[in-house]
């Protein structure tokens, strides 16, 4: 499957993995790029010589091209961007993938790298900023999407065409992805391929531990929860006693809410959930998605089969109607 955005990134699918923190190893993005991109999560590493051994490790594992994600989160003790930006540049990554706020500061060193930026955002306003202000594509990402799906509410359905009828540069859709009817109904909508996130967790080359895995195939759509609204930091999370205890103080505490309120049931609790698997500790990120997840399969069968069952629903049930 030839579209603009395998083109771009000179990748054999158009299938991404998004960025993930403390999943985003080089284990999982090397797997992901031998057959579409993978993506390894610059803030997990921390620093710059950590992302640089996590880029070299990559390397290793795979020749074809993948991503480093860049996360721009408010921070009172902000990592150090420019540091990454300049080990990413002298690893000689081909793609970024930005996220969280507008990535214009650094857009700069990044093209004169010859780096592609594909830039994930959460509405057509966003995407519109990040083609004016130079990125080569958009990862456009609903409501359904594990993670941060910004503070609009519009899924899928609407969203994606209306950045069709908008958008200039190409765009993957991201966001409830997780087969080939997603990724033929993304392309039918104007996307040229698609980004995945808890899709790609309940796989065998997912780093995480197997609780992780297990507890995505065991939801349904209905266990994830949109938790720090107030905040204006909307996450949407799979559901368990530390979220329930979450929601019951943004319940009690309303517009009072400061994030010291909430702080233990969400900061510093990733490691403890994706490497030893202690799911109750805190909030982690999950789409609905997770109802239709039922296996843990290697990347390589998911995107076998996602790419087999594309061309049969194209060719065999769409062009029977
Ligand atoms: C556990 C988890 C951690 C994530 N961490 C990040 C992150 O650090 N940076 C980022 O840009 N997106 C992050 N995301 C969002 C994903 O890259 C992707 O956009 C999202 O998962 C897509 O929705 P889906 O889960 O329905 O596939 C995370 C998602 C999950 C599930």
């Known amino acids: 499957m030839k579209t ?65 994600n860049l996360t721009f989160l408010p921070s009172l003790t902000p990592p150090d961007y420019p540091g990454l930006v300049q080990v990413i ?16 500061e650094y857009l700069p060193a990044l093209k004169e790298a010859g ?11 966003h995407s519109l900023k990040a083609q004016s202000i130079g990125c080569d594509a958009v990862s456009v990402d609903g409501f359904e999407c594990g993670g941060h799906p ?16 908008e958008l200039e540069i190409p765009f993957v859709a991201s966001g409830g992805m997780a087969d080939a009817r997603s990724l033929v109904a993304a ?19 997912a780093p995480v531990h197997q609780n992780v895995k297990d507890a995505i195939v065991n939801a349904s759509e209905l266990d994830t929860r949109l938790i720090m609204r107030s905040l204006t930091n909307t996450e ?14 943004e319940k009690a505490l309303g517009d009072k809410l400061r994030f010291e309120d909430i702080v ?18 805190g909030a ?18 998911l995107i076998d089969s996602i790419m087999t069952e594309a061309d049969s629903i194209i060719n065999k049930r769409l062009s029977n109607f």
Request: aromatic share 4%; with cysteine; charged share 20%.
């Open 284 to 301: 982690w990120s999950c789409g609905m998605v997770a109802g239709l997840v039922s296996d843990i399969p290697t990347v390589k069968d």
């Open 89 to 104: 540049i002298d690893a000689g990554v081909p793609i970024v993938e930005t996220a969280g706020r507008n990535p214009a």
């Open 187 to 205: 392309m039918a909508l104007g996307a040229e391929g698609m980004n995945m996130g808890t899709r790609f967790i309940a796989t065998q080359d």
């Open 4 to 68: 603009k955005i395998t083109e771009l990134f000179g990748i054999e699918h158009p299938i991404i993995q998004g960025g993930m923190h403390h999943v985003g190893f080089a284990e999982l993005a090397a797997a992901v790029s031998n057959a579409g991109l993978g993506t390894i999560t610059g803030l997990t590493q921390g620093t710059p010589e950590k992302l640089a051994n996590e880029i070299a490790r990559c390397q290793e594992m795979t020749n074809k091209p993948f991503a480093v």
């Open 264 to 281: 233990d049931e969400v900061a510093g609790v990733y490691p403890k959930i994706m490497h030893e698997g202690t799911m109750e500790v």
């Open 236 to 249: 949407r999370v799979l559901n368990n006693d530390a979220v329930e205890r979450l929601m019951e103080k």
């Open 115 to 125: 780096i592609k930026v594909i830039h994930k955002c959460t509405s057509v306003r």
């Open 150 to 165: 910004g503070e609009d509410d519009i899924p899928n359905f609407i969203l994606l065409p209306r950045a069709a009828d």
